[in-house]
């Protein structure tokens, strides 16, 4: 299409000229193949950076809204030692000198934990045997906590999110949840497979894998009901980990006295940002590899850009000299020739862009990520500005040469 396009101005026929820009489109028509092979390597530098850079992930985008990565929590938890009694209860972390007045505003979703395989992006092996973890879904479901990429089908009814934890399903299976990314890499299984683990007792335990929450700082496990956990792994008792929800303006002092208060049973700590961040950088590391090569190509692109400027000036020098010798000044010739080649910048860069754009939406905007535009906003006005150098520079330097030598005459 573009090629049609090119190839109608230039037939067209010259006649009077009413702009400048349009005296510059005819003159890259005018050479076709030459035009068409820098837009393309400049379309396709385009197209791999904005491709590439759309699907990175970016947790800090409403990282306190419920539906996010974090699922609005502010810290990730895990303790060495079990903590025997729920942190909700008014006496819960009485025995480590907490009291419900020195944690305003602050609770917490805590989790039964069945060590096991880490079954995340940051374990290159396939999870075998992954932790199970056991929580209380009402906890999850009152605050209405993350979001879900996909849920099972196969079921007489289809709950929603955390509600299918409470589920009794009709084969004896006990309901699991786990990151839906999770499910696919790491465990190398879909949502509706069975997960086949070994409970306290040493008998086989059916887990089916019923919803996939978005990336979320809860890879790593499987999820079921607190009831089922305790059925069946009796010797994990206490809670291991938690979800601590507590007020952005005072998220600094609670981190303080939690770990100052719980550091004898080994209590870590962990802001959900930077959690969430640590498993995005798993996959935007392997995202800025393919970038750095669609960077490498627009770099390419560009001098390619200055070097046809040169061959077109060289090839044109009796053209230019006309052109002064009629009147025209050396600043309205380099404008000419920097107009000219700066269509075949812009064409480029905006069907590279446009192509991207297209090609990723469906994925843009998905539960638990967010695109950076801005960072790809002036990537693409970096490279705009590096052609225009690079055709500026190479107009610059030949255009007054070349013109005073052939009105000189030989």
């Given amino acids: 299409m573009l090629s049609g396009w090119l190839m109608r101005l230039e037939r067209e026929q010259v006649g009077r000229v009413k702009s400048l820009f349009l005296w510059a489109l005819r003159n890259a028509a005018r050479r076709r ?17 904005m491709a590439v850079g759309a699907n990175k992930l970016d947790a800090s985008r409403d990282a306190r809204l419920r539906s996010s990565g974090t ?22 972390l009485e025995n480590y000198g907490l009291y419900a007045d020195d944690l305003p505003e602050v609770s917490f979703v805590p989790f039964r934990v069945r060590e096991g395989e880490e079954a995340s992006c940051l374990n290159l092996n396939r999870a075998q045997r992954p932790r199970i973890m056991g929580v209380d879904p009402d906890g999850l479901i ?26 009794v399903l009709e084969d004896g299976s006990i309901p699991g949840i786990a990151d839906h990314q999770s499910i696919l890499w790491a465990m190398g299984k ?6 086949e683990v070994m409970d306290a007792s040493g008998e086989v335990l059916r887990i089916r894998l019923v919803a996939g929450v978005a990336n979320s700082i809860l890879q790593g496990s ?62 935007n590391t392997y995202l800025s590899t393919f970038q750095l090569l669609g960077g490498l190509g627009l770099i390419l692109g560009s001098f390619g850009l200055g070097a046809v400027v040169l061959r077109n000036l060289q090839d044109r020098r009796k053209e230019w000299a006309i052109l002064a010798a009629v009147g025209f000044s050396s600043r309205r010739l380099r404008g000419l020739v920097c107009l000219e080649h700066l269509a075949l910048l812009v064409i480029g860069l905006l069907m590279g862009a446009g192509s991207a754009v297209l090609a990723t939406w469906p994925s843009l905007g998905k539960a638990g990520e967010g695109v950076a535009w801005l960072p790809l906003c002036m990537l693409m006005l970096g490279m705009f500005l590096a052609g225009l150098f690079w055709t500026w520079a190479a107009a610059s330097r030949l255009m007054v040469r070349q013109v005073a030598s052939l009105l000189q005459g030989p």
């Fill in 222 to 283: 499987v999820l079921i009901a607190e009831s089922h956990f305790t059925q069946h792994f009796q010797g994990a008792a206490g809670y291991k980990a938690f979800l601590v929800d507590a007020p952005a303006e005072s998220q600094k002092e609670v981190g303080e006295k939690l770990s100052r208060s719980l550091e004898d049973v080994g209590f870590s700590l962990y802001d959900s940002l930077e959690r969430m961040n640590a498993f995005n950088a798993v996959q």
């Fill in 71 to 92: 699922g609005g929590f502010a810290f990730w938890a895990e303790s060495s030692v079990p903590i025997m009694q729920n942190p909700n209860a008014p006496e819960g």
């Fill in 190 to 195: 879909k949502v509706g497979d069975v997960l």
């Fill in 33 to 49: 193949r030459r035009s068409l092979a820098t837009i393309t390597l400049l379309a396709f530098g385009a197209f791999l950076v």
């Fill in 142 to 167: 009152s605050r209405q906590a993350f979001s879900f990429a996909s849920s099972w089908k196969g079921h007489s009814r289809e709950p929603s999110g955390w509600q299918w934890l409470h589920e």
